[in-house]
């Protein structure tokens, strides 16, 4: 396909339930290589397209051209159940909204074209740079694509997600509204680190510290906000929980 994008690629993946380019060409029986190249060059066969939608019963105008004719795939894997395919084509539908961009890490000159992708997942849950949200639905809104290499210098791809920002108590460095990337293996503290983290039924994204005797500080980059202090020896011991380490943040302009 000629006029192909980035985009139709993304929803291959997403109609087979598969998050890498590297598991797609697998899936069509072709090497890496070819995938990352039709990706780079914008030209689909359109073979690839119709084993998809006819493997998983997708519409082929989806795939090309975004179109929502009501047989949008379940966004967790091909067997979702039927019953959730009505919330998928919203949450697609919202997805083919907000793309017009991908994230990937920079290609170097004279690189090859072998270049593989990694799908992560917009999460509804809002992390708070506040007071707390109590935001705390999981539910899958969006994917975005990001180079496959430049995440695993990272983390754990497949333990990352990306979560939206609301309040300002990180200002400057973490604005309202903006994008987080939480890698959920990096649970470990390390002093001064920014992390996702719930109390209760509450979550927020701070600078973490631990100091002796066992007190957790949730500490905010804005100096209008005071530290949160949890003695991780009191009542709420048991309800404080390490969502994962921001590593990396977004916004729109």
Same mark, same amino acid.
């Given at each position: 396909?000629?006029?192909?994008?980035?985009?139709?690629?993304?929803?291959?993946?997403?109609?087979?339930?598969?998050?890498?380019?590297?598991?797609?060409?697998?899936?069509? +029986?072709? @090497?890496?290589?070819?995938?990352?190249? !039709?990706?780079?060059?914008?030209? *689909?066969?359109?073979?690839? $397209?119709?084993? =998809?939608?006819?493997?998983?019963?997708?519409?082929?105008?989806?795939?090309?051209?975004?179109?929502?004719?009501?047989?949008?795939?379940?966004?967790?894997?091909?067997?979702?159940?039927?019953?959730?395919?009505?919330?998928?084509?919203?949450?697609?539908?919202?997805?083919?909204?907000?793309? +017009?961009? @991908?994230?990937?890490?920079?290609?170097? !000159?004279?690189?090859?074209?072998? *270049?593989?992708?990694?799908? $992560?997942?917009? =999460?509804?849950?809002?992390?708070?740079?506040?007071?707390?949200?109590?935001?705390?639905?999981?539910?899958?809104?969006?994917?975005?694509?990001?180079?496959?290499?430049?995440?695993?210098?990272?983390?754990?791809?497949?333990?990352?997600?990306?979560?939206?920002?609301?309040?300002?108590?990180?200002?400057?460095?973490?604005?309202?509204?903006?994008?987080?990337?939480?890698?959920?293996?990096?649970?470990?503290?390390?002093?001064?680190?920014?992390?996702?983290?719930?109390?209760?039924?509450?979550?927020?994204?701070?600078?973490?510290?631990?100091?002796?005797?066992?007190?957790?500080?949730?500490?905010?980059?804005?100096?209008?906000?005071?530290?949160?202090?949890?003695?991780?020896?009191?009542?709420?011991?048991?309800?404080?929980?390490?969502?994962?380490?921001?590593?990396?943040?977004?916004?729109?302009?």
């Amino acid at each position: 396909m000629n006029n192909a994008t980035p985009e139709t690629l993304d929803r291959l993946l997403q109609g087979a339930g598969l998050r890498r380019d590297s598991q797609l060409a697998e899936l069509l +029986g072709v @090497s890496p290589q070819a995938v990352s190249q !039709a990706r780079r060059k914008g030209r *689909i066969p359109d073979g690839w $397209v119709l084993k =998809v939608a006819a493997q998983f019963g997708l519409s082929t105008d989806w795939i090309f051209f975004g179109k929502a004719p009501g047989n949008v795939p379940a966004e967790a894997a091909p067997a979702a159940k039927a019953d959730a395919k009505a919330d998928a084509q919203r949450a697609e539908t919202d997805m083919r909204r907000s793309r +017009g961009r @991908s994230f990937f890490g920079e290609v170097p !000159a004279g690189s090859d074209d072998s *270049i593989d992708v990694v799908m $992560v997942p917009l =999460v509804g849950a809002r992390l708070a740079a506040g007071r707390g949200s109590l935001e705390t639905g999981g539910e899958v809104q969006s994917y975005f694509s990001f180079r496959t290499d430049w995440l695993c210098r990272k983390g754990d791809p497949d333990k990352m997600v990306l979560m939206k920002v609301c309040g300002d108590s990180m200002e400057p460095d973490i604005r309202h509204g903006d994008m987080v990337l939480v890698d959920q293996s990096k649970t470990q503290i390390y002093g001064h680190a920014i992390y996702a983290m719930g109390i209760n039924e509450e979550i927020y994204v701070k600078q973490v510290e631990t100091l002796p005797g066992g007190t957790l500080v949730l500490r905010s980059r804005n100096p209008e906000y005071e530290p949160i202090r949890v003695d991780l020896h009191g009542d709420l011991a048991d309800s404080v929980r390490v969502i994962g380490r921001v590593i990396w943040c977004c916004r729109e302009i």
